[in-house]
């Protein structure tokens, strides 16, 4: 897996856009941008996903570069509900069976305090 | 539909000890996999089940091992405790197979285990 560097943390206003960075510049063709979120005390909540063009759903945007080697995860009206620990990670899509050393991991994210 | 339970929610242990953890994915759900999260680590892969069999294996100890039952609940047990095996152990269920499709997959809110 491509690996991926993110700010530890990051500040932003109630009702601002939170922009949060994400570096993955060994990524390879065939891998996709997941981005994950995880609130105190709970699992990790899927956000969005995308291989090459940006994308957008009801919880976020996500903007990769035209190289593909960073993206940003883009929370348009930030509340104080999206404080959390945001981790951005890489991976190729589709299933896959069996693989004795089959390894997914997580990096250590970005702290994202919404601020009031 | 009811989400994905793990229980105890939080256990404490000695070193030397075992633990079993157990987790019920969403209804008609079949795979369900295993992580575990610290903060030095991050989210690290422990391994999946999926029609009680074991699918994928991350790079964990023997000490570390699973299984699942005919109606998709699984267990995880830790046998010889660690001080190092203090974490948070979630479980995460999916209708299908492959740990890869991260958008599928449904994370429940993890079990606290502490090591003394």
């Not at chain 1, 601002?16 to 065939?30: E, Q, W, Y």
């Not at chain 2, 000695?14 to 369900?32: A, D, K």
């Not at chain 2, 069999?53 to 699942?68: A, H, L």
């Amino acid at each position: 897996d491509a690996k991926t560097t993110q700010p530890p943390s990051m500040d932003c206003a109630e009702g601002r856009a939170a922009n949060l960075p994400c570096n993955h510049s060994t990524i390879s063709g065939n891998e996709y941008v997941y981005w994950y979120r995880q609130i105190h005390s709970q699992g990790p909540q899927y956000i969005i996903h995308g291989l090459k063009n940006n994308e957008t759903n009801e919880m976020a945007s996500l903007i990769i570069t035209e190289d593909r080697k960073s993206s940003t995860l883009i929370l348009p009206h930030a509340t104080l509900r999206d404080t959390a620990v945001y981790y951005c990670i890489v991976r190729v899509a589709g299933g896959t069976s069996g693989g004795s050393n089959y390894k997914l991991t997580f990096g250590k994210g970005t702290l994202l305090t919404v601020n009031p | 539909k009811a989400g994905v339970t793990q229980t105890p929610r939080y256990l404490i242990k000695t070193r030397g000890q075992q633990v079993t953890l157990s987790c019920s994915p969403i209804s008609g759900h079949r795979s369900v996999s295993w992580y575990q999260q610290t903060p030095g680590q991050g989210l690290q892969f422990l391994f999946e089940y999926f029609s009680e069999t074991q699918r994928n294996k991350g790079n964990f100890p023997g000490r570390f091992s699973g299984r699942q039952f005919s109606n998709s609940r699984s267990e995880m047990n830790v046998s010889t405790l660690e001080l190092g095996d203090s974490a948070l152990y979630l479980c995460a269920s999916s209708s299908r197979a492959g740990t890869v499709t991260l958008n599928e997959q449904f994370f429940g809110p993890g079990t606290r285990l502490t090591v003394l």
